[in-house]
Every structure is written in C-alpha cells, then in structure tokens.
C-alpha cells in the first residue's frame, strides 16, 4: 500500500540524510519526498511517500519519531488530508500541435510558462491522478522531459 | 572569562561527573591532549581505538555510568565503529569524542579526514559536528544527556580543530532542551492494569527479561514480583544477571533458584525453551524479542498471551506482535505491578502454581544442561564451572564470542547484575579483552574475567599491555580449541563438516605471549591443573592469561537451528 507521511522536523544539517538513512538502512524504498521550511522558524516539513503493509508502516512511523531531531510525525492513515504535486513538462509543440497543448493546459488549469520555436514548458498542479491524465494526453503529441516536486501534504483543517 | 574549546571540554566533563577517559591521541585532537595536564581526569592510553570503545562500554555496563572515549580524527574515528555499533546494538551509553579536521577544509579530503558523523548515523542514538566552539558546551551536556536517557545508546560528537582551539564565554546549561525527546518512562495505567489481571488468571505464566531490566535496575522489583506470583523466569544472554540463578539453602550450599529457567532461545535450556512454547502468559521485560531468542517467529510462544514493557517504543510488536504493550521504565512499571501484587494477592498461589512449576522441573531433569568430564581432555564447560566455583560473587566476567560466550551464560550462574559484560546484539569478536579492562579501571579490587576463544582474543590482544601499564589485574581464560569454534560447530553440523577456515593450529604461544606483555601467563593441559591454575590466577595482583587446552571438537548444546521453533532443540 502506499502512503504519505508527513515529518516536522529541525532545520539542521543531516537531518534530511538520518530521516533517508531509516528507509535505506531497512531496504525500503522512498517514493517521492519534498522539503521545505515552514511558517515557523528553525523547522522543516518533510513529505514522503513510501510502500508498506500496516506493519511496516507502524514500524516507519515509530522510527521516525525516536530520530532526536524529528518533532512531530504525521500519520495521514486516518485523518483526511490534501496533497498536491507540481510538475513542470516540456512538450514539442510545432504549427499543427501548438493549439491542441494549449486547450489540455485550458482543460487541466494549467500554465505556459515558458515559450520556444518548437517547445512550450507548463506548469501544473494537482493531485496524483491529475498529473497522471496531463502527462498522458501531452504524451501523445510528445513530451521531452519533465520534473515534478514529489507530493506536499497538510491534513485537512477540522470544520467546525 | 573566556575557555578555549579544549578548556570547555574538560569544564563540561567535570561537570558530568567523569572520571575516566579511554582514548589515543592525534593531530587533530592534539589541543584536547595539551589541555589534559590540567586537569585531575584519567587517562587510559589504549593501543586500537576499537579498545578504547570497547572499554568505554566495559565500564558503563559495569557502572551504569556513561563511557567516555576520545580518539582523534579519519582512522582513529573509524577504529571506532565496531565499538560504536556494539554499544549501540546493546543499548549501552556512552559519548565518543573524535578529532576533526579544522571546519574550512571539511569536505576537501584533507588530511585525515573521514565524515564520521556519516558513518556513524545509523549505529549511534546520535550524533553531532560542533562547527562554532559557542555550541560546544551545550553539544557536550546534550550527548551525555541523549546518551543516558530513554533507551541509552552511544553519542558521538565530532570536533573540529579550529573548533577547540577558538575561544568563547563558557556557560554550562542548566537544563536540556530537545523539541523532539520525550522518552516515555511512565507507563500507563489502564495498560498495567490489564496486564495485572492477565498476570493474575494465569496457569502457566513464564517471565521473560532482557537487557533492560539490568539498564533500569529492575532485578529486585523483578525477583519479587516474581516470587510474589510463583512464576518462573527466564532471561536472555543480556538479561543474565538481572535474576538470581542460584541461591543458598539452609546448608549455605549454592543451588539454582527454584524458579530459574536458565537462558532462553538458541543455546537455551532445554526447560526454558519449553517452558515459552507452552506457557498461556509470556511477560516480556526489557526484552527485544530478538531472533537468537525467538526461532522461527510465527512459531515462537504459541499458546500465549504476551505482555511487552519496554522503553523504546519501536521495540514492541516489531518482530512479535503483544497483547498488551507497556512503553516505559521496566522498573517503574514492575514497581506499580508489585503494588497492585501486595493489594491483592493471588489466593493459594502455590497451589494454583504446583502443576506448573512440577512440568517444569520434569523437564529440567528430563534433559538438564550437562557434559562429562572425562579423564583426559579438559571440556571447556569444565573450566567455566571451575570459574564459578572459585570466583567471588561480585566477580565480573567479559566474554568473547563463540563457543566461550555461550558456554559462559550456561555454566556460570550469574547471580548479580552487571556481573556479565558481553556482546549480546553485535556478536563482536574482540569484545572481551578491552571490555574486561574497561570495567577493571571502574572496579579495581573486584575480579574481572574475560572467557575467550583463541580466535576472539586475537582481535584485541595488544590490550594485554593496555592492562599492565595501567595496572588493571585482568584474567583471561582462554578455552583453547585451535578453531574458530562456533562458526566449525555450524560446519559440523550444517556443511557437512566441511572445516574450511575454522581451523587455528597456528596460534602464538599465549603463555609466552603473556610474558612478554609483562604478564603472567598459565597454562593448563589436564583436567586436574585446571583449578590450581585458576586458583594461583585468581590470587595474582597482576593481569593473568590462560591458556586452558580444550577438547577441540566440544559443541554447544542444546542448539535450536536457525529458522526452526525453540522447542526444536538438537540436544547433543
Ligand atoms: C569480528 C567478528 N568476526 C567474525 C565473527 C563470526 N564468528 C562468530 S563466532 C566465531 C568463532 C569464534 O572463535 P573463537 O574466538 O576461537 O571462539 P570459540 O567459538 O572457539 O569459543 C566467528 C568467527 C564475529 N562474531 N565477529
């Protein structure tokens, strides 16, 4: 199963390479993994995105919170959450091709971002099956290269 | 004022109640060595650096303080690492101090330099590169506090030249402030509750202790409760010490406790290993659940309900999914267990307990652990009895690896805690010597006695001169196989005794080997010398080896294969 796990963690060097070093050193794998500073100052947010069954996962999550630097884990198992992941893909776009790329960027809400003779780069965001459908469609007319972030997730605000 | 970094480093050493360094100097870590002169702290200077780590060790398992070794940079922090993961494999705290090259040339290959915070990430509880001397003094009280706390483990901070030649205000800070650390020691309530009415309508409960109960001093709170429920115990090859395996009857003659079931798992008793597969209650205490212990895990105490306290909550349903688990101080939590005992006692528990305690002790003379000494030849097991017979209680024994350490944790009945000192997780060979030493420097007037393999020896022998110039009278027993025992054992009995480089018959004669160390060295080849030479060893104020020659094909029994369930034992 996969599943996206949050990590709060000190900005300090090596933290990012101890919180790698748990799923390397027991052979899992990372699927993607994004970081940034947050709001509050000297701390990070680490999102990653791994395979396991509920034991690993356990055992992951455990882990995680005894690395001294970690703050808080996340568990997104059972609260709802969003997660968004930006993607930035070049895509030939020559005279008979231009129009088709732009109306997916149209349908998709995404951007053109950078415009060439024979290349447009967009930009966009959403959740893993929107960047799935997006790279399908301009696949077919054909894509050069593409970068995405990996997956960034807060949960969701309660409501009341 | 302002104190160099070299000059804080001992302030804040002092402050931590130091007593004792092991260490061997270097370029980098030279400004430390010039500083020393002033202060009152002692200094072991050890030959390899993996002695220094592993003496450091001896003493904090010996002690229950933390170890302290300082070594300098590149080759003397890698020297380190065997001694870092050992310690950290059995929980052992200690703060290893490394020498680093100066901060502008960090990450240009410089001279003797190796990112050994890099290296040891994943055997350290943690570790640190103090890059502003400003940092140093609070680096210093973290790491001894990270070390001792929770689940205790191995520190490293790497010091940087520069670092500890600049200077800066030094403040030792009152408190520690970690975001992220908040060991759980106080165990919940509803949790040991629970627990207490398993405990309570058990038939066949079995007590299973490990390394924590001798880390949090939990033996007293262990045999009572213990005692209180009639329950029998059995601990693993690090919890050997935490209960009493023999005790005094009314004739003042030592016998096994009546509720000792010797060690567990794969070179476990007969009973013990029995006693798991069939107990409706296991109570596990400070334990791992570790797979030497378990066997095959899905066949691993089958019939019963488990009750886990540990410290360390990644330690619990890791390998053996529990009933019940406890996260907190394996003492605290058996205290609250005792007072919940004495307000309602378990009614004719020595009834309720007889057919239990009755299976057992058929099974411990079914199959009791045992050899024959024969007229020639001595056994190994032989010289490891002797040693229990003649060594005072408080006398503390180091083990090697193989054969020796097995034989150690079967033959002699550990009644004390912190009297065993062994390499339980790791498994590291070359352990003994320098741990044994380590100890000697906290205990000087107590016996210390490392049992060795002559394969294990070999891998810190040059300790023996660490030991004499410092006086610290250490005895090592080898049990001289000329093999690489247990690894030949394996050969025996699962490669068709195919004894590919386990075969040692070119050793260095340790009797003159001792002697040129400045030692004493024994030696005996007969079953009958094997006391007297124990006995003039024991009554030496001076490190002593031994070269006892063992029958070379001697196994360890009982033997569960690995990958098959503990009941599955080979028995000879
Ligand atoms: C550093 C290290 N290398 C290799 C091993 C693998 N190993 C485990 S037991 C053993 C044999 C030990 O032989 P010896 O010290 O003579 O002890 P004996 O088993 O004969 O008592 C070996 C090689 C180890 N545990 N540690």
Known sequence: MRHTIGVLVENQPGVLSRVAGLFSGRGFNIESLTVAETNEPGLSRITLVTMGDQHILEQIIKQLNKLINVIKVYDFRDTEFVEREMALIKVRAEQHTRAEVLRIVDIFRAKVVDVSPHFYTIEVTGDDGKIQAILELLGQIGVVEVARTGKAALARAKKH | ?572
């Not at chain 2, 398992?61 to 302290?68: M, N």
């Not at chain 2, 030249?161 to 403040?171: A, L, N, P």
């Not at chain 2, 990644?314 to 267990?337: E, M, Y």
């Not at chain 2, 030696?523 to 010398?529: D, G, L, N, S, V």
Request: glycine share 8%; with cysteine; proline share 6%.
């Open chain 2, 1 to 572: 004022m302002k104190l160099t970094g070299a000059q804080i480093f001992f302030e804040c050493l002092k402050k931590e109640g130091v007593e004792i360094i092991f260490g061997f100097p270097g370029g980098a870590i030279l400004d430390i060595y010039h500083e020393m002169r002033n202060h009152p702290i002692r200094h072991i200077l050890v030959r390899h650096e993996q002695g220094a780590a592993h003496m450091a060790d001896g003493y904090a398992r010996a002690t229950g303080k933390v170890g302290v070794c300082l070594v300098t940079s590149g080759p003397g922090a890698t020297n380190t690492v065997t001694g870092i993961a050992t310690a950290y494999m059995d929980s052992v705290p200690m703060v290893v101090f490394t020498g680093q090259v100066p901060t502008p040339l960090i990450g240009n290959d410089a001279f003797q330099e190796v990112d050994i915070v890099g290296i040891t990430r994943p055997c350290t509880k943690h570790n640190y590169l103090v890059k502003d001397v400003k940092d140093l003094a609070r680096v210093i009280r973290e790491a001894f506090y990270l070390a001792r706390t929770g689940r205790p483990g191995p520190v490293l901070v790497d010091l940087p030249k520069d670092v500890i030649q600049s200077s800066t205000e030094f403040r030792y800070p009152k408190a520690v402030h970690l975001r992220g650390y908040r060991p759980t020691v106080d165990p919940h309530q509803g949790q040991i509750l629970r627990a207490w009415e398993l405990l309570k309508t058990a038939k066949r409960p079995v007590f299973y202790a490990g390394g924590g109960v001798i880390i949090s001093s939990a033996h007293k709170e262990l045999l009572r409760l213990a005692e209180r429920l009639r329950a029998p115990v059995t601990t693993t090859l690090m919890g050997l010490g935490g209960f009493p395996a023999v005790i005094k009857n009314d004739k003042g003659q030592r016998v096994l406790h009546p509720l000792w079931l010797g060690m567990l798992g794969m070179h476990g008793t007969f009973r013990a290993n029995m006693a798991v597969q069939n107990c409706d209650v296991l109570f596990a205490i400070g334990a791992r659940f570790d797979d030497r212990v378990t066997g095959k895990i899905s066949g691993f105490a089958p019939k019963a309900k488990i009750i886990h306290i540990d410290v360390d909550p990644t330690s619990i349903s890791k390998n053996v999914v529990v009933d019940i688990p406890i996260v907190g101080d394996c003492k605290k939590a058996l205290q609250q267990l005792n007072e919940l005992a004495g307000k309602e006692p378990i009614a004719n528990v020595d009834e309720i307990r007889t057919p239990w305690l009755e299976q057992i002790r058929q099974w411990r003379e079914t199959y009791p652990l045992a050899y024959k000494q024969e007229k020639e030849g001595i056994k190994p097991q032989f010289v490891v009895e002797k040693i229990f017979e003649l060594a005072a209680e408080d006398a503390i024994i180091t083990t090697e690896v193989g054969q020796n350490q097995m034989w150690t944790a079967q033959y002699f009945h550990f009644t004390k805690p912190r009297t065993l000192l062994t390499s339980g997780g790791l498994g590291t060979m070359g352990y003994g010597l320098p741990a044994a030493i380590g100890a000697q420097a906290a205990f000087p007037d107590r016996l210390v006695i490392d049992v060795a393999g002559d394969g294990s020896i070999q891998m810190n022998i040059q300790e023996m001169i660490t030991a004499v110039c410092h006086e610290l009278p250490v005895k090592v027993a080898i049990l001289n196989n000329r093999f690489l025992g247990m690894v030949r054992q394996w050969q025996e009995l699962f490669y068709s005794k195919n004894y590919c480089a386990t075969c040692l018959d070119a050793s260095p004669d340790f009797v003159k080997l001792a002697d040129a160390y400045g030692a004493v060295g024994l030696r005996a080849t007969k079953p009958e010398e094997v006391e007297p030479v124990l006995r003039e060893a024991f009554s030496t104020k001076r490190p002593v080896m031994i070269d006892f020659w063992v029958n070379p094909e001697e196994g360890v029994y009982p033997m569960v294969p690995a990958g098959k369930n503990i009941s599955e034992m080979l028995l000879v």
